[in-house]
Nanobody, 128 residues
Framework: QVQLVESGGGLVQVGGSLRLSCAAS????????MGWFRQAPGKEREFVAT????????YYADSVKGRFTISRDNAKNTVYLQMNSLKPEDTAVYYC?????????????????????WGQGTQVTVSS
């Protein structure tokens, strides 16, 4: 089993920045694709960003492209989400997710069904 713990959420003003972290423990592997999803009140969970296990490939939702950056440190079993120029519509619970071992180093997933492990989430609130 893999445990994922998110941190770094909080309250920020419009235009501000936050950096989310997701630490993996347990039966971790550096060959997991990692992703960030979010869920706003009354809405379905949606994809935000993903990164291949090599870190060489990333993919973003159109709504965050150019403002958010996903990265990972395999030595620390941690993935990050740097969020800049935050907007009120970014308010949500943010979840970290990990896939199972992936063979190809540049594979990434944007469908939640491709992820096997999920964190408990961290709240991000952007106030205007």
């Amino acid at each position: 089993q893999v445990q994922l713990v998110e941190s770094g959420g909080g309250l920020v003003q419009v235009g501000g920045s936050l950096r989310l972290s997701c630490a993996a423990s347990g039966r971790t592997s550096s060959r997991y694709v990692m992703g960030w999803f979010r869920q706003a009140p009354g809405k379905e969970r949606e994809f935000v960003a993903t990164i291949s296990w090599s870190g060489g490939s990333t993919y973003y939702a159109d709504s965050v492209k150019g403002r958010f950056t996903i990265s990972r440190d395999n030595a620390k079993n941690t993935v990050y989400l740097q969020m800049n120029s935050l907007k009120p519509e970014d308010t949500a619970v943010y979840y970290c997710a990990a896939s199972k071992d992936t063979y190809y180093s540049d594979t990434y997933y944007y469908n939640s069904r491709d992820y096997n492990y999920w964190g408990q989430g961290t709240q991000v609130t952007v106030s205007s």
